[in-house]
T-cell receptor, first 109, second 115 residues
Framework: RKEVEQDPGPFNVPEGATVAFNCTYS??????FFWYRQDCRKEPKLLMS???SGNEDGRFTAQLNRASQYISLLIRDSKLSDSATYLC??????????FGTGTKLQVIP | EAGVTQFPSHSVIEKGQTVTLRCDPI?????LYWYRRVMGKEIKFLLH????????ESGMPNNRFLAERTGGTYSTLKVQPAELEDSGVYFC?????????????FGAGSRLTVL
């Protein structure tokens, strides 16, 4: 089993739709969690950190469920500019960071 | 603040040749990481420097790969001799020491094509 698993997609959604991605992790000792965004042929960029209490940044909401070992990302009112690959990133501590394969989102007009 | 810079952005070489990739981390970031993404696969960890010391090099695929970080500033990743399966995008990232959330800032990547 992979340490971090994501559905690769692609998720094709119309503008204005709400879309949710999940990511599961296998190591229960994992300490911190992030969503990164990667545009085609570009570097990954931090989208948001994920906290147990859940956190929201505009149209983006991230949640962490430690009991079930998954994190989620919800995007409301999708924009064309949201089209990208969303990477789930898990830090196991001692700065051991593992990436998921990424979930591709395509927002269509 | 200057970000993480990588050079070259793209390198095309023949099998058996040598390539050296360079990464300049954000000034003051003690932690420097190399990652690689080959076509269709996830980004995989190669190694981690803390200042000039190799903290973890468990992801280095084989002894054809050599990473250095002289003086704890920039880092180089040399592939010698290059093989076809080395093709991919090599990302460098840096983070501050004692950053509990360990947020990584990535460079734009160096795309390596081995023919």
């Amino acid at each position: 089993r992979k340490e971090v698993e994501q559905d690769p997609g692609p998720f094709n959604v119309p503008e204005g739709a709400t879309v949710a991605f999940n990511c599961t992790y296998s190591n229960s000792a994992s300490q911190s969690f992030f969503w990164y965004r990667q545009d085609c042929r570009k570097e990954p960029k931090l989208l948001m950190s994920v906290y147990s209490s859940g956190n929201e940044d505009g149209r983006f909401t991230a949640q962490l469920n430690r009991a079930s070992q998954y994190i989620s990302l919800l995007i409301r009112d999708s924009k064309l500019s949201d089209s990208a690959t969303y990477l789930c990133v898990v830090n196991r501590g001692y700065q051991k960071v593992t990436f998921g394969t990424g979930t591709k989102l395509q927002v269509i007009p | 603040e200057a970000g993480v810079t990588q050079f070259p952005s793209h390198s095309v070489i023949e099998k058996g040749q040598t390539v050296t990739l360079r990464c300049d981390p954000i000034s003051g970031h003690d932690n420097l990481y190399w990652y690689r993404r080959v076509m269709g696969k996830e980004i995989k960890f190669l190694l981690h420097f803390v200042k000039e010391s190799k903290q973890d090099e468990s992801g280095m695929p084989n002894n054809r790969f050599l990473a250095e970080r002289t003086g704890g500033t920039y880092s180089t990743l040399k592939v010698q001799p290059a093989e076809l399966e080395d093709s991919g995008v090599y990302f460098c990232a840096s983070s501050q020491e004692n950053s509990g959330a360990n947020v990584l800032t990535f460079g734009a990547g160096s795309r390596l094509t081995v023919l």
